[in-house]
């Protein structure tokens, strides 16, 4: 059980992170790679990506992500509030060689282990250039094979739970934003509760939290076993899926051709901050059959994304979505 025990002040600094970080996505979706569970979310992600990896850097990170249990901190640093990978890959291998030889000593006594560490886990405990460089290239490969040909999707997905969770501050403030994580996260003053592989008590002491949605984290939240004293402290959580998020875009094409008009235009302006199928029939006069069908349409082309919350469905827009909004010469007709 993972018990986080807030005070007044961590309350008042409570922040959800601005987007998927890379790095978590990285670990999450690593581990995630060879296991069978949630087959509807990601067993066509694993289809897609398994037949391109094998090489020196994929064995590397095999041997500093177990699929399950301790992981080294290192690999997952405070985030920089941004989507960059540079700047997170610059500050892993910027880690001290005291971090450093901690960590992967940790790893090597972790009970979850099934193979041995990797040959070069000395070189890099003592921090040698060549070592890290490795580690970097293993990073940066993987993330291009693995992560970044979906990074589209899973913004979008990261973004509709970033919209929900702005909903349930505007009708409750940080004790809502906090109660909206129910059930993965369970609050109740002044602990915010979790199912965990071991039992862990982490307390803020006025130093607030950064919840960060994760689309590869699965199941239950993840932290980080020693963050820094000088880091706000990290919790990761799972984001809902919808089903489906990998997209070939082969019907794309097909499905613009149906986006003319002007209520549908004037629908994805609208969803920018997030619209509910009721909103959107109240403020265009139009009936929720007529709502539904127009974001199905939407949504279809990859311009909008839809996901059940609780009693409604919210409507969000892509980053395609966006793209083609700003790239209109003019007005629909």
């Given at each position: 059980?993972?018990?986080?025990?807030?005070?007044?002040?961590?309350?008042?600094?409570?922040?959800?992170?601005?987007g998927p970080d890379?790095?978590?996505?990285?670990?999450?979706?690593?581990?995630?790679?060879?296991?069978?569970?949630d087959?509807?979310s990601?067993?066509?992600?694993?289809?897609?990506?398994?037949?391109?990896?094998g090489?020196?850097?994929d064995?590397?990170?095999?041997?500093?992500l177990p699929?399950?249990?301790?992981?080294?901190?290192?690999?997952?640093?405070?985030?920089?509030?941004?989507?960059?990978?540079?700047?997170?890959?610059?500050?892993?291998?910027?880690?001290?060689?005291?971090?450093?030889?901690?960590d992967?000593?940790?790893?090597?006594?972790?009970?979850?282990?099934?193979?041995?560490?990797?040959?070069?886990?000395?070189?890099?405990?003592?921090?040698?250039?060549?070592?890290?460089?490795?580690?970097?290239?293993?990073?940066?490969?993987?993330h291009?094979?693995?992560?970044?040909?979906?990074?589209?999707?899973?913004?979008?997905?990261?973004?509709a739970d970033?919209?929900?969770?702005?909903?349930?501050?505007?009708?409750?403030?940080?004790?809502?934003?906090?109660?909206?994580?129910?059930?993965?996260?369970?609050?109740?003053?002044?602990?915010?509760?979790?199912?965990?592989?071991?039992?862990?008590?982490?307390?803020?002491?006025?130093?607030?939290v950064?919840?960060?949605?994760?689309?590869?984290c699965?199941?239950?939240?993840?932290t980080?076993?020693?963050?820094?004293?000088?880091?706000?402290?990290?919790?990761?959580y799972?984001?809902?899926?919808?089903p489906?998020?990998?997209?070939?875009?082969?019907?794309?094409?097909?499905?613009?051709?149906?986006?003319?008009?002007?209520?549908r235009?004037?629908?994805l302006?609208?969803v920018?901050?997030?619209?509910?199928?009721?909103?959107?029939a109240?403020?265009?006069?139009?009936?929720?059959?007529?709502?539904?069908?127009?974001?199905?349409?939407?949504?279809?082309a990859?311009?909008l994304?839809?996901?059940?919350?609780?009693?409604?469905?919210?409507?969000t827009?892509?980053?395609?979505?966006?793209?083609?909004?700003?790239?209109?010469?003019g007005p629909?007709?």
């Open positions: 059980m993972l018990r986080v025990h807030f005070t007044p002040d961590d309350v008042a600094r409570v922040r959800v992170a601005a890379p790095l978590w996505e990285i670990v999450n979706s690593f581990q995630g790679l060879f296991q069978g569970g087959a509807v990601f067993g066509l992600w694993r289809q897609l990506v398994r037949p391109c990896l090489g020196p850097g064995r590397l990170l095999a041997g500093l699929g399950r249990g301790y992981f080294p901190d290192f690999l997952t640093p405070a985030p920089s509030g941004g989507r960059e990978l540079a700047a997170g890959l610059d500050t892993v291998l910027g880690t001290s060689t005291a971090v450093l030889r901690r992967l000593a940790l790893l090597a006594a972790s009970p979850h282990r099934r193979r041995p560490l990797p040959d070069r886990a000395r070189s890099l405990a003592d921090g040698e250039s060549e070592a890290l460089r490795r580690l970097g290239s293993a990073l940066h490969g993987y291009g094979r693995a992560i970044a040909p979906f990074w589209p999707q899973i913004c979008a997905q990261v973004d970033r919209a929900a969770r702005a909903r349930a501050v505007l009708a409750g403030g940080a004790d809502g934003l906090l109660a909206s994580f129910a059930p993965v996260l369970r609050w109740r003053w002044p602990v915010l509760e979790a199912d965990y592989p071991v039992d862990r008590e982490v307390r803020l002491h006025g130093r607030g950064v919840l960060q949605p994760s689309f590869f699965t199941r239950t939240p993840i980080l076993a020693f963050p820094a004293a000088d880091w706000t402290p990290v919790l990761v799972p984001v809902e899926h919808t489906h998020w990998v997209s070939s875009g082969s019907r794309q094409g097909t499905e613009l051709g149906a986006l003319l008009g002007r209520t235009a004037a629908i302006e609208d920018v901050t997030g619209r509910t199928t009721g909103e959107l109240a403020r265009f006069g139009i009936s929720g059959a007529a709502a539904s069908q127009h974001t199905a349409v939407l949504r279809r990859g311009l994304l839809s996901v059940r919350r609780s009693r409604y469905v919210l409507h827009i892509t980053q395609v979505g966006i793209a083609l909004l700003e790239a209109r010469p629909s007709v």
